[in-house]
């Protein structure tokens, strides 16, 4: 069944991902704002606002509303990341309009109250403490600032410890009131649902909705460069990439087949290389695309004695991508990534939430079927113009981990030239 869209007298887009013979519905309400349009004196206010959401509305404290959706049965979660802020919930195909009444009720008459603000910003920093615990943050944050080291972009959506512990309640109320509307708001569905009972429900339920905003366009300059930073840990994390096309372009097509070609699975070329040598266990491809900030690569975890020469590796198989990648490596790459994407369609992984932040990321629809369609019109000529235009960028290298011995960016620039 293909994907539909409406668009409500309100503004408000209305997607279905109908399944026949599905026994549950997934929705998810997004708002296409998240922690990339923060102030400076704001970071972490849109994630502390989501947590807000839940602690009870106008008719309902939040005991009374968590009772209600356990009564349902619902699994439901609130996800703030720098480009989005959305709100998914899973229910039996029997319970979708009472699970729905309650989750725009919370969302349209949310109280924020004073006496439930102070100790959920407690839950927010333990939270915090959490994050920056794990490696993963920190070492986003790292390669994130090498690629746009003079960019204010907040990919730290959780904010730190210092601007969330400054925040008043009245500065989310006022926050919400001017950031989130109508005109960036998506609900989707996917699973026992038609097309047209979901577009009645949220004409029925989503009334409240009438300010108009228009969010700035975030711009940033790609610059790369190198960093590296000492984390008492057993492993260096190295990240080497480029600048990227733009999602959702044929070029991004390309890109994302040259990037599984070289790090991506059993058969690719830096897994036999690397991996082959008991060097490494994780390669992947991994990047941040949105908007004007595009940064796409290859991410080991090595050991640290092997720094130098995993460097060296990469840096080898970059510098001569166009002239020794074959039309196999191609399709192989291709049906990889089709047979992932269609597998994950197949058993609704994805989801509404995964529908609903595609679309208002990209706004526009782009299922499965296209998806896989664009990938299988890339073509060998197309990767290598691609990889040869995007790998002779300035590249963006950052390493994590234990001291070690590590090459400079010039010396690196240089392999990257292959000299």
């Not at 549950?24 to 922690?35: I, R, S």
């Not at 009334?207 to 260096?236: C, H, S």
């Not at 299988?376 to 691609?386: A, H």
Request: glycine residues 6%.
């Amino acid at each position: 069944m293909a994907i539909k869209c409406t668009t409500l007298k309100n503004g408000i887009r209305v997607l279905t991902d109908e399944r026949k013979g599905a026994r549950a519905v997934g929705m998810c309400l997004c708002f296409n704002c998240g922690g990339a349009h923060e102030k400076t004196s704001e970071k972490g206010i849109t994630h502390l606002m989501e947590h807000m959401i839940f602690e009870g509305t106008n008719k309902k404290s939040t005991d009374v509303l968590t009772q209600k959706l356990a009564d349902l049965g619902a699994a439901y979660d609130g996800l703030t990341s720098s480009w989005a802020n959305r709100y998914p919930i899973r229910v039996l195909k029997s319970d979708v309009e009472p699970a729905l009444k309650l989750w725009t009720e919370m969302l349209q008459e949310s109280t924020f109250p004073e006496e439930r603000f102070e100790k959920e910003k407690q839950v927010v920093l333990r939270e915090i403490d959490m994050v920056w615990d794990k490696p993963d943050t920190v070492f986003g944050e790292l390669w994130l600032k090498t690629a746009y080291p003079r960019t204010k972009i907040a990919y730290t959506c959780i904010g730190t410890k210092e601007s969330v512990s400054k925040l008043t309640a009245k500065q989310v109320r006022k926050y919400w009131k001017e950031h989130f509307a109508n005109n960036i708001l998506v609900c989707a569905a996917q699973g026992a649902i038609t097309h047209k009972k979901f577009v009645g429900l949220c004409e029925k339920l989503l009334t409240k909705f009438t300010r108009k905003v228009t969010l700035p366009r975030i711009e940033a300059k790609y610059e790369g460069g190198m960093k590296t930073k000492i984390r008492n840990q057993n492993q260096d994390w190295i990240f080497m990439g480029f600048e990227s096309p733009k999602c959702g372009s044929k070029d991004y097509f390309a890109a994302s087949v040259a990037l599984h070609i070289l790090g991506k699975g059993f058969t690719s070329r830096l897994y036999r290389l690397i991996r082959g040598r008991g060097w490494a266990y994780s390669i992947m491809p991994m990047g941040y695309i949105k908007d004007s900030i595009r940064v796409y690569g290859i991410r080991l975890q090595v050991s640290p004695e092997n720094v130098n020469d995993v460097l060296k590796i990469v840096s080898k198989e970059y510098a001569n991508f166009t002239q020794t990648v074959t039309r196999q490596e191609v399709e192989l790459a291709k049906k990889n990534i089709m047979t992932k994407e269609l597998l994950q369609d197949d058993h609704l992984s994805k989801g509404a939430d995964g529908l609903a932040v595609g679309f208002a990321s990209l706004g526009k629809l782009v299922d499965t079927a296209e998806m896989c369609k664009m990938y299988k019109s890339v073509t060998l000529k197309d990767v290598k113009r691609v990889a040869k235009q995007m790998f002779s960028t300035a590249p963006t290298v950052a390493i994590m981990g234990p001291k070690c011995k590590t090459p400079s960016y010039k010396t690196i620039c240089k392999w990257l030239k292959g000299e």
